[in-house]
Each structure stands twice: as C-alpha cells, then as structure tokens.
Nanobody, 126 residues
Framework: VQLQASGGGLVQAGGCLRLSCAGSGRTPLNLHGMGWFRQAPGKEREFVAA????????AYADSVKGRFTIARDNAKNTGYLQMNSLKPEDTAVYYC???????????????????WGQGTLVTVSS
C-alpha cells in the first residue's frame, strides 16, 4: 500500500488540525494497522498514535493522550489524526504508516510498519 498524508499547516497554540492519510495500491489500507509518527527538527522520530485494522483498539503517546484522536474509515481507505489543543512542542513533520500484514498486536515501534507516507508539516505558533 502507498500512503499520502495531508492536512498539515500553521496553527496557533490551542488550535486544531486534522491530518488525513489516503491509501492506494494493490493492497487496501484496511488490511493493515495504521500509525502516526512525528519528527521535530533536530530530534528523532517518535510514535504518536496507532490503530488496529478494525479500528477497535488504539494507542497513544503520553504526550498527546487526551488531545489527539486516531481514527480510520476503511470504506474510504483513509486514516485520520485529529489534533486538538495543539502546543508549540507538537511542531513536527507528521508521517502516517501502514503496519506489516498479520502483525498480531497494535504497532508501536517504527519496525512494526513497512510503508510510510511522505510526511506533512505541522507548525504550532505560540
């Protein structure tokens, strides 16, 4: 599956954005768990959120818990990351990713994912 992330932009602290991740290719996105990661300037990539292929289970980094919500619409082959109460420290390039087929648990690490979108920049001003 190939992924295309979109929805990033410039927003003031306290604002919100919704990122989208559209899947395409031979394998439909609904066969994969999904995740969102981010990488801030000068920092390593970090896990943000993940969701199982059915959408029944989700996981979040402590830094975004209660503010971000991951979701998916398998009929539209698309995943989402709703980001509320944004903070300047949320500024980063956000990447969506598709988990390996048959992963028996929710993906939490980079190596759990095999296909990555190109990234979308989120900038939160103070």
């Amino acid at each position: 599956v190939q992924l295309q992330a979109s929805g990033g932009g410039l927003v003031q602290a306290g604002g919100c954005l919704r990122l989208s991740c559209a899947g395409s290719g031979r394998t439909p996105l609904n066969l994969h768990g999904m995740g969102w990661f981010r990488q801030a300037p000068g920092k390593e990539r970090e896990f943000v959120a993940a969701i199982t292929l059915s959408g029944a289970s989700t996981a979040y980094a402590d830094s975004v818990k209660g503010r971000f919500t991951i979701a998916r619409d398998n009929a539209k082959n698309t995943g989402y990351l709703q980001m509320n109460s944004l903070k300047p420290e949320d500024t980063a390039v956000y990447y969506c990713a598709a988990a390996h087929l048959g992963l028996p648990r929710i993906g939490l690490k980079g190596e759990d994912f095999y296909s990555w979108g190109q990234g979308t920049l989120v900038t939160v001003s103070s």
